[in-house]
C-alpha cells in the first residue's frame, strides 16, 4: 500500500470514529482502547521537532479529547519530564539500549527513591518517552530521543521555569487589565515576576544569565531543526545579484540575529561572496557568539535604536518581530527603513505568518507565549502588510514554505514606499 492509499484508508478510520456515539452507549472499555491507539499513532507519526513542540509548549493534536474527558494530567506530566531530564533519565535509558534498565539499577544511577521513580516513569509512559517491558524493567521510546538534544532540554528549562510561572499569571493578570491585550511593560510577565521590565529587558539582568543562555541554545536549535529560510527563498537571485562587489561593501545585518546562525548558513551556502555580513544583538549575547573562522561581524546594538550600518544590501530580521506588540514593531522597523539606500536596499523578514483560518495548536501556543513575554504576537497577511506600510515599507512578495491553509514560514521581502 503506498502512502496515497495508506492515507485514504487512515481517513475512512478517522471517519468511522467520529462517527462513534458520544453517550454511554459505547462501552468504557473499548473507547479506552481506541483513545489509546490514537494516541500511540500519534507518537509514531512524530518527529524529532514535532516531539520537541509537543513537550516544550505543552501541545498535541489530541488536546480535544483530553479537554472532553477532564484530562488535568499535561501539567503534571510536564513536571515529571522536568524532573527527569535533571536527573539524567533519559540518558541512562537511551545508553541501556533495548533491553533497557532494571528499577533498581535506574535507582542507583540517579540517586533517587525506587518507588518515586517507578511513580515518574508510569507517567513518562503516558506520553510516549518511556516504555515498561515488565514489572521492573524500563526502555527508552525513540521519541525519548529527542529529550537528548540539547536544545530541547535547554527549551524545556527555559519554558517550566521562566515562563510556566507567566501563564499561571494569565487569568489573574488579563481579568485585572479589563481583558486587553498586555502591552510590552503591563501584562501577565510583569504581574508574575513583579517588575516593571519588558520581558525580554528582564531576561539581560546579570542574575538570569543561565535562563537567556538556554532560550538562545532552544532558538538556535529551533532553526536547525527547521526548514532554513535559504530552501526556499531565492538569495542569489534576488540579494547577490546586483550587490555591489566588493569587500568593504555591506552586503547583509542580521539585526537581533542570536548567536549568527543565519549568517553561517548564509557563508555555508555562498563561500565566495563579496561583502560583509554583520551580526547585531545586544551585549549578552553578542558575548555568547562564536567567530566560527571570521565568517561575520559581530556588532552590539539595540534595535531599538537608530541603525548605525547604513546602505546595506540586506537587512535580515528572523523571529524577532513576534516577539513584541506593533507598536515596538513600528519603531524597529522605523529605524531599519531610515538605514535603508532607495532602490538597492531589502529588507528581509523571516517568520511564521498564520492562516486566516485554520491555526495550528503549535502556532497558536507560540502566539500566546509571545502574548505574555512581551506583549508580541504572531501575525496573519493582512496585519504583517499594515505594520510594514506603517514604518513606510512595501511588501515585495512574501517567499513561503507550506501551502494555503497551514501557517507558513516565510520570508517577507520589503522595500521603502516610493515617495
Not at 20 to 45: N, S, Y
Not at 49 to 71: G, H, K, P, Y
Not at 195 to 210: C, I, R, Y
Request: aromatic letters at 8%; hydrophobic letters at 40%; one cysteine or more.
Amino acid at each position: 500500500m503506498d502512502d496515497v492509499e495508506s492515507l485514504k484508508a487512515l481517513k475512512a478510520l478517522g471517519d468511522r470514529i467520529t462517527e462513534l456515539p458520544t453517550d454511554d452507549t459505547l462501552r468504557p472499555q473499548i473507547r479506552k482502547e481506541l483513545q489509546g491507539l490514537v494516541k500511540e499513532a500519534g507518537f509514531a507519526l512524530e518527529q524529532p521537532l514535532d516531539t520537541m513542540n509537543r513537550l516544550v509548549f505543552l501541545v498535541s493534536e489530541d488536546d480535544s479529547a483530553c479537554l472532553a474527558r477532564a484530562d488535568l494530567s499535561k501539567p503534571f506530566q510536564h513536571s515529571v519530564a522536568r524532573v527527569a531530564i535533571d536527573l539524567g533519565l533519559f540518558e541512562y535509558l537511551a545508553d541501556a539500549g533495548a533491553y533497557g534498565m532494571e528499577l533498581e539499577d535506574i535507582a542507583s544511577k540517579t540517586r533517587a527513591d525506587a518507588t518515586l521513580l517507578a511513580r515518574m516513569l508510569r507517567t513518562l509512559a503516558n506520553i510516549g518517552l518511556a516504555k515498561q517491558m515488565d514489572s521492573k524493567r524500563w526502555t527508552a521510546t525513540s521519541r525519548a530521543q529527542a529529550i537528548l538534544i540539547p536544545s530541547l532540554q535547554a527549551g524545556f528549562r527555559s519554558m517550566f521555569d521562566f515562563i510556566g510561572p507567566v501563564f499561571q499569571k494569565m487569568p489573574d493578570s488579563l481579568a485585572k487589565n479589563g481583558y486587553r491585550c498586555p502591552t510590552a511593560l503591563q501584562g501577565p510577565f510583569q504581574d508574575a515576576y513583579g517588575t516593571k521590565l519588558s520581558g525580554w529587558d528582564f531576561v539581560m539582568e546579570p542574575q538570569f544569565a543561565h535562563i537567556l543562555v538556554n532560550l538562545n541554545v532552544f532558538m538556535q536549535g529551533r532553526r536547525l531543526s527547521s526548514p532554513s529560510w535559504l530552501d526556499f527563498y531565492p538569495f542569489s537571485n534576488k540579494i547577490l545579484q546586483d550587490a555591489t562587489e566588493d569587500h568593504q561593501s555591506v552586503l547583509v545585518v542580521d539585526v537581533g540575529g542570536g548567536l549568527g546562525h543565519g549568517l553561517i548558513e548564509i557563508k555555508g551556502r555562498f563561500p565566495n561572496i563579496k561583502g560583509r555580513l554583520i551580526l547585531q544583538d545586544l551585549p549578552n549575547t553578542i558575548e555568547q557568539a562564536e567567530d566560527h573562522g571570521g565568517a561575520f561581524e559581530s556588532m552590539a546594538h539595540d534595535f531599538f535604536t537608530p541603525q548605525t550600518v547604513k546602505g546595506a544590501r540586506a537587512y535580515l530580521i528572523r523571529q524577532v518581530l513576534h516577539d513584541w506588540p506593533d507598536a515596538e514593531c513600528q519603531k524597529i522597523l522605523q529605524h531599519l527603513a531610515a538605514a535603508m539606500q532607495p532602490g538597492y536596499s531589502k529588507l528581509l523578514i523571516n517568520e511564521f505568518i498564520i492562516p486566516d483560518v485554520g491555526a495550528s495548536d503549535f502556532i497558536t501556543a507560540v502566539d500566546l507565549t509571545m502574548m505574555m513575554m512581551s506583549g508580541g504576537m504572531e501575525r496573519t497577511e493582512s496585519q504583517w502588510r499594515k505594520l510594514l506600510a506603517s514604518a513606510g515599507l512595501d511588501i515585495e512578495r512574501i517567499w513561503s514554505t507550506n501551502g494555503e491553509g497551514q501557517e507558513s514560514e516565510s520570508v517577507i521581502e520589503a522595500i521603502l514606499m516610493k515617495a
